[in-house]
């Protein structure tokens, strides 16, 4: 049972815009900055938005992310083919002291 | 541009001790603002998070409650790599392992490791 807590699985058509929520608490999200990153298969996740809305160099504006108390969301919008792929929320937790992981969304575009 | 190189053994013997190593370009293992992380992924723990080690003036480590009697990370600054030992593993270790940078914004390919005898 993951710490954060993700829905298994969203879809969308191409185009749609489909956000990817993230529940965590006061010892992890409600104190630190959220990350999301992005996992196609077979390949290691890949860094999607941290510091829970900056995004690396080279990802499109079409991925943002936002947070709010102890909730944060990824959204993406003008959904492609291309973005099928596993989704994972990330952040630091004061109380484990460690780094804690939703357990991945499944996003299917149809 | 920072990248992660793994390499180690994708096969490991249960009881013996799982080595694999991190070689850093485009930073430095003893940067005052980075963090060097262990994460491991299967099926049955999803992500999870094992450790990681930073140089602030002195070298830290950082272990997940659920390795931390036999885990060991290890900067090694002559190479700028740091790595990763796990001792006594069980087929329950087998998993795909990944090092990764401070706020998990850079990633190595990652190295599956099996357990089996």
């Known amino acids: 049972q993951s710490v954060l807590t993700q829905p298994p699985s969203t879809s969308g058509t191409p185009g749609q815009r489909v956000t990817i929520s993230c529940s965590g608490s006061?010892?992890?999200?409600?104190?630190?900055?959220v990350n999301w990153c992005q996992q196609l298969p077979g390949t290691a996740p890949k860094a999607l938005i941290y510091?829970?809305?900056q995004r690396p160099s080279g990802v499109p504006d079409r991925f943002s992310g936002s947070k709010s108390g102890t909730s944060a969301s990824l959204a993406i919008s003008g959904l492609q083919s291309d973005d099928e792929a596993n989704y994972y929320c990330?952040?630091?937790?004061?109380?484990?002291?460690?780094?804690?992981f939703g357990g991945g969304t499944k996003l299917t575009v149809l | 541009q920072v990248q992660l190189q793994q390499s180690g053994p994708g096969l490991v013997k249960p009881s013996q001790t799982l080595s694999l190593t991190c070689t850093i370009s485009?930073?430095?293992?003893?940067?005052?603002?980075?963090?060097w992380n262990w994460i491991r992924q299967s099926p049955s723990r999803g992500l999870e998070w094992l450790g990681r080690?930073?140089?602030?003036?002195?070298?830290?480590?950082d272990y997940a409650v659920s390795v931390k009697s036999r885990i060991t990370i290890n900067p090694d600054t002559s190479k700028n790599q740091f790595s990763l030992q796990l001792n006594y593993v069980t087929p329950d270790d087998t998993a795909v392992y990944y090092c990764?940078?401070?706020?998990?914004?850079?990633w190595g390919q990652g190295t599956l490791v099996t357990v089996s005898s």
């Open positions: 990764a940078s401070s706020q998990l914004d850079h």
């Open positions: 485009g930073d430095s293992v003893s940067s005052n603002s980075a963090a």
């Open positions: 080690t930073y140089y602030r003036s002195k070298w830290y480590n």
């Open positions: 006061t010892s992890n999200i409600g104190r630190n900055t």
């Open positions: 510091g829970n809305s």
């Open positions: 990330a952040v630091w937790d004061d109380s484990v002291k460690g780094w804690v």
